[in-house]
């Protein structure tokens, strides 16, 4: 099947413009994979990240058809359902853009500086503040550690706080992983709605923003 992909590139500091491939892929290929086979084939210059190529290191985040996900995890039967389809030719066209809320370094790839930033500012992630130090490790069932599923898993890929409104609108906001990775641990019986900030967060920006979507690949 033939698909084009419209790549959003960009050196730093400069315009971004649009760039136009065409692959015959498979409808298992992922995202990253067709990537690769731009870079390899066709424009050894497109640059973006990747490493583990099994959505587990959180390199591959990029905005592909308008919403931030990871290259690796998405396929091209699955976008098939997102993508335009081009009106001239009529073959499918997906549109691959970088993470947003993050300056672009060269074309899929951002500088993710903000993002670790305000991560750290978050102290601590796993706290044993308050709790009887054990002789030997914590022990945690089954059942406490499935509540921690939906932020402890958190590969820190960044597109969360790329598709962040509330972080584009205020800039000091630390963005959405930064309370999942502060508060589940130190509230670890709590459910979101109980959500607060644990006394010892360096920084508040964006504590009082209420309840935001929480998006995660
Ligand atoms: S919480 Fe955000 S940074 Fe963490 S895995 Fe989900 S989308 Fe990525
Ligand atoms: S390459 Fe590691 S998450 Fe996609």
Same mark, same amino acid.
């Given at each position: +099947?033939?698909?084009?992909?419209?790549?959003?590139?960009?050196?730093?500091?400069?315009?971004?413009?649009?760039?136009?491939?065409?692959?015959?892929?498979?409808?298992?290929?992922?995202?990253?994979?067709?990537?690769?086979?731009?870079?390899?084939?066709?424009?050894?210059?497109?640059?973006?990240?990747?490493?583990?190529?099994?959505?587990?290191?959180?390199?591959?985040?990029?905005?592909?058809?308008?919403?931030?996900?990871?290259?690796?995890?998405?396929?091209?039967?699955?976008?098939?359902?997102?993508?335009?389809?081009?009106?001239?030719?009529?073959?499918?066209? +997906?549109?691959?853009?970088?993470?947003?809320?993050?300056?672009?370094?060269?074309?899929?790839?951002?500088? +993710?500086?903000?993002?670790?930033?305000?991560?750290?500012?978050?102290?601590?992630?796993?706290?044993?503040?308050?709790?009887?130090?054990?002789?030997?490790?914590?022990?945690?069932?089954?059942?406490?550690?499935?509540?921690?599923?939906?932020?402890?898993?958190?590969?820190?890929?960044?597109?969360?706080?790329?598709?962040?409104?509330?972080?584009?609108?205020?800039?000091?906001?630390?963005?959405? @992983?930064?309370?999942?990775?502060?508060?589940?641990?130190?509230?670890?019986?709590?459910?979101?709605?109980?959500?607060? @900030?644990?006394?010892?967060?360096?920084?508040?920006?964006?504590?009082?923003?209420?309840?935001?979507?929480?998006?995660?690949?």
């Amino acid at each position: +099947m033939e698909v084009q992909f419209q790549v959003i590139r960009q050196h730093q500091n400069q315009q971004p413009r649009i760039e136009t491939y065409q692959l015959d892929v498979e409808p298992g290929h992922t995202i990253l994979d067709c990537l690769n086979r731009i870079k390899w084939e066709l424009d050894g210059s497109l640059g973006f990240r990747k490493n583990c190529r099994n959505t587990i290191c959180g390199s591959c985040g990029m905005r592909i058809n308008g919403r931030a996900t990871l290259a690796c995890k998405e396929n091209i039967a699955g976008e098939l359902a997102r993508c335009e389809t081009n009106a001239t030719t009529g073959l499918p066209q +997906m549109t691959i853009a970088p993470l947003g809320n993050l300056p672009v370094i060269k074309d899929l790839i951002v500088d +993710m500086q903000n993002f670790w930033q305000h991560l750290e500012s978050i102290d601590p992630y796993v706290s044993t503040e308050a709790r009887k130090i054990p002789e030997r490790e914590f022990l945690q069932t089954p059942a406490e550690r499935s509540q921690l599923e939906a932020t402890g898993n958190c590969i820190m890929c960044g597109a969360c706080y790329s598709d962040c409104n509330a972080k584009q609108v205020n800039p000091r906001f630390c963005g959405p @992983p930064c309370p999942s990775q502060g508060l589940p641990h130190d509230c670890r019986s709590k459910r979101w709605r109980d959500f607060q @900030p644990p006394r010892n967060t360096k920084s508040r920006h964006g504590w009082g923003v209420g309840l935001y979507p929480l998006l995660c690949v």
